[in-house]
């Protein structure tokens, strides 16, 4: 899995698009006071104008669990 946990403010291998959306690393509102990414939909549309995903190194397989 990814290791980014945003602490570091990295986004790693998240990334985001659509709708001139935009995103960043935010302190001290995730997960147990931690970082986490907000992305911005800055325009109003539908709420898959914007989308927000994880890169992976290869295809993924058909009934296998991935930890990302």
């Known amino acids: ?3 980014t946990n945003f602490d570091s403010g990295s986004k790693g ?5 659509g709708n001139s959306s935009t995103t960043s690393v935010v302190s001290s509102v995730g ?4 970082a986490c990414v907000m992305l911005t939909n800055p ?11 994880y890169t992976v ?3 993924l397989i058909v009934g296998k669990t991935y930890i990302i």
């Open 31 to 34: 997960y147990n006071g931690t």
């Open 57 to 59: 190194s290869s295809p």
């Open 1 to 3: 899995g990814d290791n």
């Open 43 to 53: 325009k109003d549309a539908s709420e898959y104008s914007a989308q927000f995903c």
């Open 13 to 17: 291998s998240w990334s985001s698009w």
